[in-house]
């Protein structure tokens, strides 16, 4: 079983900035994928950014320039830093890790709590 712990994100002012971080832990072999997704409210959850093996990235055109997706492979953790946050940032951001575990060489997909991210003047 594989299980993912989120941390920081909170308030911030227009301009301002954050970061999240999720680790994941459990029977772990190798991860693939370390993603974040964010839901605001009333709208469908959307991918903000992805980050894969060797580290090639994927952003969302919405945050790019804006938010640095990393990872620490000995720790299995994923960092989004987000600077110049604007108000229609404020969601749910959740992070999604991908891989395979230890139980029977199985591929895994699973998902963070969620962190709260307010961005308001």
């Known amino acids: 079983q594989v299980r993912l712990v989120e941390s920081g994100g909170g308030f911030a002012q227009p301009g301002e900035s954050l970061s999240i971080s999720c680790t994941a832990s459990?029977?772990?072999?190798?991860?693939?994928?370390m993603d974040w997704y964010r839901q605001a409210p009333a709208k469908e959850r959307e991918l903000v950014a992805e980050?894969?093996?060797?580290?090639?990235?994927v952003y969302a055109d919405s945050v790019k320039g804006r938010f640095t997706i990393s990872r620490d492979n000995a720790e299995n953790t994923v960092f989004l830093q987000m600077n110049s946050l604007r108000p229609d940032d404020t969601a749910v951001y959740f992070c999604r890790v991908r891989g395979i575990s230890t139980d029977e060489w199985r591929t895994f997909d699973v998902w963070g709590q969620g962190t709260q991210v307010t961005v308001s003047s």
């Open positions: 459990g029977s772990i072999h190798s991860i693939t994928f």
């Open positions: 980050i894969g093996t060797g580290d090639i990235t």
